[in-house]
Structure formats: structure tokens, C-alpha cells
């Protein structure tokens, strides 16, 4: 297979991932303060990154410096408005508004590039968010929870596009390392500032969340998705981590956090279509582009 069929396939376990680290953090979040969660995860992750390749420090120049830095400060302040809206509303729902950063992906793509989508992202960026639809509205009430989760999604589309931009030519793992490293930083200081300050998980249920998250969810999941991005359109890998979603609820459901309704399932099966019609092959898929918008100067 070509690599970007690896890439494809290995995007869609990230996506399983972040699904089973939605229904595990809220169990956990609840008995840990946020900040010091995302500490220890973010903490666990980068120095079995480290530990794994010590190395990768003389891969680290200046300039891939500073572009982690700011990668990894977009993710920071992600993880930490995700994680406060999970608090106050359920793991379904928040995996749900996240998702939308695939509406939010090209957009910022175009404004800050000038970058332009082709048909067939058109095409799955509108079935996407349909099936956001069907998946998570309920009424049109918004709750203050759901409001910094929608706040999360701007940020990971932020995210998406800058290191579709910037992860092309850089040593990826290295690029990983950095913003982790930036993630744990930003929360640890968080955590102690909090008072009482920094404290550990307090039960094994907790630190089996910590470990899923930090190793499964974080380690592997950011270096593949900054491998993939490296061959791959931002909107595409956009569009592919939005089954994040369809596996937040399925395991939910599983679990006996949710009820599985019609219109969930009808919801996940538009959002698999999305998937098909933008990765099915062709001779020009990639090639042929449309201008939704007129293209920046650049």
C-alpha cells in the first residue's frame, strides 16, 4: 500500500484512541483536578518519547523549536478548554462538539494560507458536519460547558493546519517531543499554581486512565498524526479524526455512559461515508481543486 493508505489507516486508530480517552479522563477527572491529569499524562508521555529515542534532542534546531513550541501551546490550551468543558457535560457530547474542528480545519486553512480544498473535502467537510448534526444535537440549547469545547475545536483546527504547514521536512518525532514537552509544561504550571498545588492520581483507576492516555492516546497518537500530516491535507486528516467521535460513542455506549439512539448510528454512518468519499482512490485524488474562496497572496 502507499504510505498515505498507511497513514490513513494509522490515523484511524488515533481516532480510536482519542475515543477511548474521552470515556476514560471523565470517570477520572472527577477525582483528580484537571490540570493535574493533563500534567501527569502529558509528563508520562514525553519521557517515554525521550526514553525511547534520547537521541532526539540533536535533531532539535532552533527554528523546529519554536514551531513546536507554538504547535504545542494551540494543544495546550485545547486539551485544557476540552477538559473543562468534559467536566460539565457528558464524554459523548464533548467528543461531538470537538469534532468540529473539521468545518473549523479548512477554513483556517484558507484565512491563514491560503490554502484550497478540493471537491471531494468540500464534499466530506458537509457530510462531517451533518453527521455532527445527527450525532449531537439534542435541542438548541447551549450549555457553558459546551461553549469551551467549541472553543477546543478553533484550537485543534489551529493545530491541524499549522502542522500540516510545518511538520513537511521536519524530523517528526522530534517535532512530537517538543510539543508534549510545551503541553506538560503549560498544564504542570497550571497544576501548581491550583492550590493545593500538583497531586497524584489518588486511585488505580485514575492512574490506568493517566497511563491509557499518556502512552495510547498521546505518545503513539501525536507521532502519527505529525508522521501523517507530514504526506498529508490538513482537511483530510481532519476529516478522518472525526471518528474520534463515532468511537467516543460506540464505547460509551458500551460502557453504560450513553444510550444508543437511531439517530447516532444514522450519524455515524454519514460520518464513515465522509471518510470513504474523500480517501476512495482515483487518478485525481489530491490533483483536482476547486476555489471556494479567492486564494491569499502568499
Known sequence: MKKTTWAMLALVAVAAAWGGAFVTMKDSIAREPF???LASRFLIATVLMIVAKPRVFKKIDRDLLRKGVI???LLSFGYITQTIGLRVTTAAITGFITGLYVICTPILAWLLFGHRAS????VGVVLAAIALGFISINNFAIEVGQIWVIGCAVLFAAHIVGLGVWAPGKDTYALTVVQLATVSAVCGVGAMIDVPGYQMPPDGG???????????ATAVAFWVQTWAQSMMDSSRVAIILTLEVLFTALLAVGIGQE???LKTVIGGGIMVAAMLIVEWPSRDNDVTKIEIFEPLEH
Not at 471537491?119 to 468540500?122: E, F, G, L, P, S
Not at 485514575?206 to 495510547?216: D, N, P, Q, S
Request: hydrophobic share 70%; charged share 10%.
Open 35 to 37: 490540570y493535574d491529569f
Open 71 to 73: 504547535l504545542g501551546l
Open 119 to 122: 471537491k471531494r473535502i468540500v
Open 206 to 216: 485514575v492512574w490506568f486512565a493517566v497511563l491509557f492516555c499518556a502512552i495510547f
Open 259 to 261: 444510550t444508543l439512539a
